[in-house]
């Protein structure tokens, strides 16, 4: 199942920075395996991949301690995926054409949340990996995340 946590220490060139990330299980659902299937859309950056805005994005909001994490692309990323796009009814809230592929929901601290990142990272990790084991990798440097930015502006 999907985990959305905040953490520190992430950003290497800020350390104090807080980021959301979003732990997904490869071996999960449909959904979890859609978020999984991103990764290789990702360009190589420094120590992670970054998935570009005309391909998906994160949409996030925060109501009272609730925060909801969409993961959406558009169905063009989706086609060599088992059943495809057909798969992911609910649309993006910021640009209908493209598909949510999956949403999480988390209880953070608001003052946390506000000094977060604006990027959202995805893990992806084998069924039953604790969401902490995850992060611990990505600090290590023994994995690399997928860097998803919030939606393009509308125009």
């Known amino acids: 199942m999907a ?37 290789p859309y990702g360009y190589e950056g420094d120590g992670c991949l970054y998935l570009v805005r005309t391909d998906g994005w994160a949409e996030r909001r925060l109501e009272g301690r609730q925060l909801t994490v969409d993961i959406v692309a558009y169905p063009a990323l989706l086609d060599g995926l088992e059943g495809g796009a057909e798969r992911f009814p609910e649309r993006s809230d910021a640009d209908p054409a493209a598909l949510r592929l999956l949403r999480v929901r988390a209880c953070v601290e608001p003052d946390a949340y506000e000094r977060a990142s604006e990027v959202t990272l995805v893990l992806t990790a084998p069924a039953g990996t604790p969401a902490e084991e995850a992060v611990a990798l990505v600090r290590s440097g023994e994995d690399r995340p997928l860097v998803v930015a919030p939606p393009p502006e509308r125009e």
């Not at 920075?17 to 859609?34: D, I, P, Q, S």
């Open 3 to 39: 985990e959305a946590l905040l953490c520190a220490g992430l950003d290497p060139d800020d350390p104090d920075c807080t980021t959301l990330v979003v732990v997904v299980t490869e071996e999960e659902g449909h959904e979890e395996r859609a978020v999984a299937g991103l990764v």
